[in-house]
């Protein structure tokens, strides 16, 4: 089993950035594929970025391409979201998921997640 605590969540102002972390528990980390989504209020939960078990591939979706990037650290059994040029519209509780499969960007393909982090995005 894995266990998931996102930190770095917070208020930033429009074109800021932002630097979320998951860290996770158990020894088994490196060999799931690990995902961030996000849920505004009143819409469903989205699917952001993921990563595969290697960190060598990446997947973003459309909103953040450019924008956000995903990086893995195995050794130390985290996942980091780095958010530049934040906009309103990114404002959002951030979830770390971890999954079987790498790159999945369906939130049902991901078995553990964190208990989510707020980020607000100032006009």
């Known amino acids: 089993q894995v266990q998931l605590v996102e930190s770095g969540g917070g208020l930033v102002q429009a074109g800021g950035s932002l630097r979320l972390s998951c860290a996770a528990s158990?020894?088994?980390?490196?060999?799931?594929?690990m995902g961030w989504f996000r849920q505004a209020p009143g819409k469903e939960r989205e699917f952001v970025a993921a990563t595969i078990f290697s960190g060598v591939a990446t997947r973003y979706s459309d909103s953040v391409k450019g924008r956000f990037t995903i990086s893995r650290d195995n050794a130390k059994n985290t996942v980091d979201l780095q958010m530049n040029n934040l906009k309103p519209e990114d404002t959002a509780v951030y979830y770390c998921?971890?999954?079987?499969?790498?790159?999945?960007?369906?939130?049902?393909?991901?078995?553990?997640w964190g208990q989510g982090t707020q980020v607000t995005g100032s006009s």
């Open positions: 998921a971890a999954g079987s499969f790498g790159l999945a960007h369906i939130a049902s393909e991901y078995g553990y």
């Open positions: 158990g020894r088994t980390f490196s060999r799931y594929g």
